[in-house]
């Protein structure tokens, strides 16, 4: 049986060697306008000259991914990277809330324009400290409701080229059947090893209700993570044999809004196993908690 995944980075599962498909990435229209409230005017925009297609589970273009966090967690006296998130200000990083809960913030720091963790040359990136943790208060732990957190940095970072923030979806937006990319430095395969080059993949979001009957079929989990289903808090997304793995939690789910202008409308959650079949990856939906992370972002 395919095991519980917590989930940073992409995994690409196959069988048999497969061509790989080029998927463009369009704006769409009808989605609930532009881009709704922001808290920096320069979200969303990609300046690294980086192309619009998107190849499932391979490396993407240094820079493609400005607003993307790699959180680090001090243990045993060693820096471990272990989650990812979205810049959503200069000084507001979005993520999971089981990635940070319990968390003292002196033990995390959020590495901000990093490419390739394994060199040194691959262009500058920023270790910002964290100065304090917000956790959604109806987040418990073991189930996955409100599954969102606000990290504050304890100084603003300098804006550029491989430091951009994303913007936020329009409050209450449906991404359903959209075409979303997926980003982090997780498992390549399952159980396999992490990459050290920031990886991407496409995924289209799935219907929410058939999402939930397909974890209903896998009570013990369903039962322990959703007690209740889902609330309307939670979005899926899935792709051929294309999923967010272990190691990625807290990272987007990213899609173009009508100005073209990329916003995080999903972190990373959980999932069943790691791109099995008929389980999409489940992600908490970023445009249900527009009113608290304006409330509490800086």
């Not at 990093?114 to 910002?128: I, L, N, Q, W, Y």
Request: glycine share 14%; net charge positive.
């Amino acid at each position: 049986m395919a095991s519980l995944y917590l989930a940073v980075g992409i995994a690409l599962l196959s069988a048999v060697s497969a061509q790989l498909r080029f998927t463009a990435v369009k704006p769409f229209p009808g989605h609930g306008g532009r881009t709704g409230r922001q808290l920096s005017p320069s979200c969303g925009r990609v300046q690294s000259g980086g192309q619009d297609d998107v190849v499932g589970g391979e490396p993407v273009l240094d820079g493609d991914w400005p607003w993307m966090v790699l959180l680090g967690e001090r243990l045993g006296g060693r820096r471990v990277w272990t989650c990812g998130g979205t810049l959503l200000s200069a000084r507001t990083v979005l993520t999971a809330a089981h990635c940070v809960s319990g968390r003292q913030p002196a033990a995390l720091t959020a590495r901000l324009g990093e490419f390739d963790t394994s060199r040194d040359d691959d262009g500058p990136h920023v270790d910002a400290a964290v100065a304090t943790i917000t956790v959604h208060p109806g987040y418990r732990g073991a189930a996955r409701h409100d599954d969102i957190a606000l990290l504050r940095l304890s100084r603003p970072v300098a804006l550029g080229a491989r430091v951009q923030p994303a913007c936020l979806p329009p409050a209450g937006a449906d991404h359903t059947g959209r075409t979303a990319r997926v980003a982090g430095w997780g498992l390549t395969e399952f159980n396999g090893q992490s990459a050290a080059v920031l990886q991407e993949a496409a995924l289209t979001v799935t219907d929410i209700n058939r999402c939930e009957q397909t974890y209903r079929t896998q009570l013990n989990f369903f039962t322990r993570r959703y007690p209740g289903g889902f609330g309307g808090t939670k979005l899926c997304a899935a792709g051929d044999e294309k999923a967010s793995c272990e190691g990625d939690s807290g990272g987007p789910l990213t899609t173009p809004g009508a100005d073209g202008r990329q916003q995080v409308i999903g972190v990373v959650s959980t999932g069943f196993g790691c791109g099995v079949a008929g389980f999409p990856g489940i992600y908490t939906k970023v445009s249900q908690y527009i009113s608290w992370i304006m409330q509490n972002a800086v």
